[in-house]
């Protein structure tokens, strides 16, 4: 748990020196954009999950609050953020303990993310810098500069270990995205790895290798 801690707090630190960076490259950053793309606490989906967790499901929530809640307050300490934009995504491993699989249909509703984001609505609630709102679908659009910003979790694809890697089927995934509603950029998590493309982002995790990972 103080591993987890450490690195809640490096990842702010890290988005701050990098505001920073862009300003003194001539950049005015005064408005900040930050999903949460889903998978805030790994639940017990698994018997690999039962033995190893540190905590179970709903103390793991607390947690999992408590470090988001010290991220976004050290990016409030920020005098020249004048607004920060928070959705927040539904993700797999957020759905209620027991249910052995994500569900389609009303995912948001039997997700633990929404007990996360009633906590974090309820903490800022006198704060008018920062705004959080629930995804109630698998893809949520984000009006940029006058383009849609897709954020979702991530499973709706597959890669399979494939020779092209994440590449191939995050591209098909898009492409049929697009083909319905298209968006200049789709951030998503879930994958487990930080890669890019010219209008993607598979962000990075925060949870590290395991040995489940090593053999999967």
């Known amino acids: 748990l103080e591993i987890a801690k450490d690195r809640t707090r490096d990842l702010a630190i890290g988005f701050r020196w990098y505001l920073d960076a862009m300003r003194s490259a001539g950049y005015a ?128 694809f597959r890669y399979n270990k494939g020779v092209g890697g994440i590449y191939v089927a995050a591209r098909r995934y898009i492409k049929d995205l697009n083909s319905t509603r298209p968006a200049a950029l789709t951030v998503f998590g879930h994958h487990h790895q930080f890669k890019r493309d010219r209008d993607w982002i598979s962000n990075g995790s925060l949870i590290g290798y395991s040995e489940y990972a090593a053999n999967n």
């Not at 005098?79 to 389609?104: A, L, Y």
């Open 29 to 156: 950053i005064r408005q900040a954009f930050c999903p949460l793309l889903g998978d805030n606490i790994t639940s017990n989906l698994r018997e690999d999950d039962l033995r190893g967790n540190f905590l179970d499901p709903f103390p793991a929530l607390v947690f999992a609050a408590e470090r988001q809640v010290e991220i976004f307050d050290y990016l409030l300490q920020d005098p020249t953020i004048e607004s920060i934009f928070v959705p927040i995504i539904v993700g797999n491993h957020d759905r209620m303990p027991g249910t052995r699989r994500q569900t389609h249909t009303n995912r948001t509703n039997r997700s633990l993310c929404y007990l996360l984001a009633d906590r974090l609505n309820s903490y800022y609630r006198d704060e008018p810098r920062i705004a959080f709102e629930l995804a109630y679908s698998a893809h949520h659009y984000t009006q940029i500069y006058g383009r849609d910003v897709r954020s979702c979790h991530g499973d709706g």
